[in-house]
């Protein structure tokens, strides 16, 4: 049962809804401005989209087609007979206003059916991912759902395999750091992007001083890194949706230029890049290790809405706010990164030294998107940081017994 509390549900002239607010604000208001406390809410309802409850009685009035409903939610007034004091030099109906009561839900709905089951029993609401932001954590029914599709042992030890390859192949090429993302869309189950972190690019650096590279100013810029790399090369094929010149494409594909983009420069990045038909053929020992890539146009929606990535390590705040304005579904990553990760929000956990960021950017309440995340545990055993923002050595083991996608707030 949801939390509810009493409103007021105000008939007035509908020629008078314009004005009608800037009317109460002496009643409504202490400092001038009223209150946008449940946006879930709709603030004007005409008198067919009433719930049962209300518009039963209402009906009846013979009136009814050229009023309509405000809803006053609480804190409301100490005297309901002030909104009739104030409304009524401006109404020449002598049956108007009337004031009714109605609960209504303090939390918005969390789903579109949640919505308009409220719509019936309380007052038309509406459901928007957004307004999640009231809430300190997601709902817990869908984090167990999100999680139970999550805890598949083979996908993920697909998604992540095929990750931790890609972050090995730019290593050992001494491109950047041994991180790599892979975004999956997971209704078709299909891996739509590999990316590996590439700030070293174009720099022709000798690989056996890699690790010690980032003391200085040579890091590269924030778009080099895996997700970003990895939403670039999304947008790319989104781009080149419907191209029927692969030749052209492949060639873009190919180019080898410090400003990336979203183009491939592993050989892992490009099998996953390359047009459908040529992805059904093997690469030598280079095997896809999860479904290949759609070939069909996405809706119209933001770049990556609905999908997921899943991550070697958790990214920096940069490609964690890409992450966020990109409309991702899920994100699991594998290895914490406690003083540069955006994701990670539990403060008293953030390293030996107790320094750390503890953002959890991934729902903030002052963010207009969340994004479900997850840490793939176990970590690998030996394993260590090398990520968006800190060396260490890392294990190369890229092997997978088990584990399962736990949520971290």
């Known amino acids: ?113 949640q919505a308009a089951l409220w719509s019936e029993r309380y007052w038309p609401c509406t459901f928007n991912p957004a307004s999640q932001t009231i809430q300190k954590a997601p709902p817990l029914r869908i984090l167990r759902t999100t999680q139970a599709e999550l805890d598949k042992p083979a996908n993920l030890k697909s998604y992540f395999s095929l990750a931790e390859r890609a972050a090995a192949e730019c290593a050992d090429g001494a491109l950047g750091r041994r991180v790599a993302a892979v975004i999956v869309d997971p209704e078709k189950l299909e891996v739509l992007a590999v990316a590996s972190d590439a700030r070293w690019y174009g720099q022709r650096h000798d690989p056996s001083t890699a690790e010690n590279h980032h003391h200085n100013l040579a890091e590269g810029r924030p778009e080099h890194h895996a997700l970003m790399r990895a939403i670039a090369m999304v947008a790319e094929k989104e781009a080149h949706r419907g191209n029927d010149n692969e030749n052209s494409r492949n060639t873009a594909a190919e180019e080898h230029t410090v400003n990336l983009g979203g183009r491939a420069v592993t050989l892992i990045e490009r099998l996953y890049a390359q047009a459908p038909h040529f992805r059904n053929h093997p690469h030598q020992s280079l095997q896809p290790v999860a479904p290949n890539p759609q070939s069909a146009p996405r809706p119209d929606v933001y770049l990556c809405n609905g999908l997921d990535v899943y991550l070697t390590h958790e990214p920096c705040v940069a490609c964690s706010m890409a992450m966020i304005h990109s409309r991702f579904r899920v994100c699991v990553f594998r290895r914490r990164m406690p003083k540069t990760g955006g994701l990670w929000a539990e403060k008293d956990d953030l390293g030996s030294d107790g320094k750390g960021l503890g953002y959890g950017l991934f729902w903030r309440r002052e963010l207009n998107w969340r994004v479900l995340t997850f840490q793939y545990l176990p970590p690998l055993q030996g394993g260590g940081e090398d990520g968006c923002g800190e060396a260490a050595g890392v294990g190369e083991n890229g092997a997978y017994d088990g584990g399962a996608a736990v949520f971290h707030a």
Do not use: C, Q
């Not at 009643?27 to 603030?43: A, E, I, K, Q």
């Open 1 to 113: 049962m949801a939390p509810t509390a009493e409103a007021y549900v105000v008939e007035i002239p509908i020629k008078l809804a314009s004005k009608a607010l800037n009317i109460l604000k002496p009643v409504l208001s202490t400092d001038g401005r009223l209150s946008n406390s449940y946006p879930f809410l709709r603030r004007f309802v005409t008198t067919p989209r009433l719930p049962p409850t209300l518009g039963d009685g209402v009906l009846e009035s013979p009136d009814d087609h050229a009023t309509i409903h405000l809803l006053i939610p609480p804190p409301l007034p100490l005297n309901s007979d002030d909104i009739t004091t104030v409304l009524r030099p401006n109404i020449h109906s002598e049956s108007l206003p009337i004031i009714r009561t109605t609960l209504v839900p303090l939390d918005p709905p969390t789903t579109v059916e």
